[in-house]
């Protein structure tokens, strides 16, 4: 049975940080690019970052690019998320997702306050 369990949301003021941690389990993890997705409110998931299998290679949104950071352990079955110079905009759940499968995580709420 797959498994994505995110951690590490919570409140923050305006210019602070986060780290987002995605744990995975049911799956061969080093396999897979692995992305992050968030939604805000009132609005559509979206794309926020992605890594791939190895981690030598990431994307990210250009709302989040310079101030985000993504990585991965591969023996730790886990994926980042580090959120620097956050913003209100950044005000979203956030979900890690596992492609292959079309799978979820719950997802952890970040809330920014200006």
């Known amino acids: 049975q797959v498994r994505l369990v995110e951690s590490g949301g919570g409140l923050v003021q305006s210019g602070g940080s986060l780290r987002l941690s995605c744990a995975a389990s049911?799956?061969?993890?080093?396999?897979?690019?692995m992305p992050w997705y968030r939604q805000a409110p009132g609005k559509e998931r979206e794309l926020v970052a992605t890594?791939?299998?190895?981690?030598?290679?990431?994307n990210y949104a250009d709302s989040v690019k310079g101030r985000f950071n993504v990585s991965r352990d591969n023996a730790k079955n886990t994926v980042y998320l580090q959120m620097d110079r956050l913003t209100s905009d950044d005000t979203a759940v956030y979900f890690c997702?596992?492609?292959?499968?079309?799978?979820w995580g719950q997802g952890t709420q970040v809330t920014v306050s200006s």
């Open positions: 997702y596992w492609p292959s499968g079309f799978n």
């Open positions: 049911g799956i061969t993890f080093s396999r897979y690019a």
């Open positions: 890594i791939s299998s190895g981690g030598a290679s990431t």
